[in-house]
């Protein structure tokens, strides 16, 4: 089936007193329909800002946009002018920011913060948008919508919040839903319980979701593809198998090390990564990851590495899949 969504070899940057920020880096990706496509990386790795473009939500200055394409169904986003983008935001492709609590609007009840997104929408009387905003309360998992409708938000709990926040990003029946760092404030079980509603819009709905975590143990829950960011780069893609079983980038086997000490041994610390990520004001020349790469080569700090394909998902940005470098245990084979 056609992509949804094509991204070409986006570039946006920053303006601020300090110099330009390259906060996105040359990247390139599709959502297919009917997807879960995770995006991981470190908080700064460039991951909201990304698909914040996607949506033309960063706010443009100090952003910019300085190379590449978003086509969503063909049609160029970057070139949609206000009134496009007005139509296109929230019917086409909605977003879901991380925090509910300051997203919601605390002085209107929950009833009439879904039912904003239907104005302007012409024939639809009080009673229907009442009946639609009770539907899709319901599909988000809140059964006593009668009651909640008219609450306000510091009445209903955190994840109770992040349900209405989902129910919101779906009153214009998109194709795509991004949900950035969805669970980041719950707490396991409630996350648990927010990881469900996404997958089943993802399988009732037929809704692409782009989900965005630092966390790989959410990706494995309900990803089909991922895309591990560094530095503002992809620095590896594919299928939810081939990057847990098949890791073939020393950054996302970091990523890894972190969640498994976290799984084997309770009460042990999370290891992070050594090291911080690269300044985004002077990208290093060569490879983002240089700095902190236990694989780091001579050539990793100059050249920027190529990509190699794996297989028909699997992609990597590194050069320890180079024909003549050193045999490691990232070596993987590289389809001719
Ligand atoms: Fe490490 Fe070099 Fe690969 Fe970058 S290109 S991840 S520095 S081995
Ligand atoms: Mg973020």
């Known amino acids: 089936m056609e ?7 986006l570039q946006f940057s920053f303006r601020t007193y300090g110099g330009v920020v390259k906060a996105v880096r040359d990247v390139s990706f599709e959502v297919r329909p009917g997807e879960i496509l995770g ?8 991951k909201s800002v990304t698909s914040q473009c996607l949506m033309r939500l960063n706010p443009e200055p100090p952003g910019f946009f300085e190379g590449g394409e978003i086509l969503y169904k063909g049609k160029d986003v970057l070139k949609m002018n206000k009134k496009e983008l007005r139509q296109f935001r929230g019917k086409e492709i909605s977003y879901i920011f991380q925090d ?25 009387s009080a009673a229907e948008k009442k009946a639609k905003a009770l539907e899709i309360l319901k599909m988000v998992g809140i059964s006593d919508g009668e009651r909640r409708y ?18 919101i990003a779906l009153v214009g029946s998109p194709s795509i839903v991004i949900a950035d760092e969805p669970t980041t404030s719950l707490d396991v079980t409630i996350e648990a319980q927010i990881l469900d509603v996404l997958k089943n819009l993802q399988k009732t709905l037929g809704t692409s979701i782009i989900l965005i975590t630092h966390d790989l143990g959410v990706i494995a829950k309900l990803c089909d593809r991922v895309l591990v960011m560094y530095g503002g780069k992809i620095v590896e893609r594919g299928s939810v198998d081939e990057i847990f079983y ?29 090291g911080t990520p690269p300044d985004l004001f002077a ?24 990509t190699y394909e ?25 389809t001719e």
Not at 3 to 9: A, Q, R, S, W, Y
Not at 150 to 166: D, W
Request: some cysteine.
């Open 39 to 46: 995006i991981v990386g470190e908080s700064g790795c460039g």
């Open 283 to 306: 990208p290093p020349k060569g490879c983002p990851f240089a700095a902190r790469c236990e694989y780091c080569m001579e050539i990793c700090k100059d050249m920027p590495p190529q």
């Open 246 to 274: 098949d890791t073939a980038h020393p950054y996302t086997k970091g990523l890894m090390h972190s969640i498994a000490k976290l799984d084997t041994a309770k009460g042990h610390k999370l290891q992070p990564i050594e």
């Open 3 to 9: 992509n949804l969504l094509e991204v070409k070899n």
């Open 150 to 167: 008219k609450q306000y938000p510091h009445e209903l709990s955190g994840g109770m919040k992040q349900r209405v926040m989902i129910a």
């Open 310 to 334: 794996l297989s028909k998902e699997h992609e990597t940005c590194c050069w320890l899949q180079h024909e003549y470098a050193p045999d490691t245990d990232m070596r993987r084979k590289v």
């Open 100 to 124: 509910p609590m300051t997203s919601l609007n605390p002085t209107m009840r929950i009833g009439k913060q879904i039912e904003e997104v239907f104005v302007g929408r012409k024939g639809m």
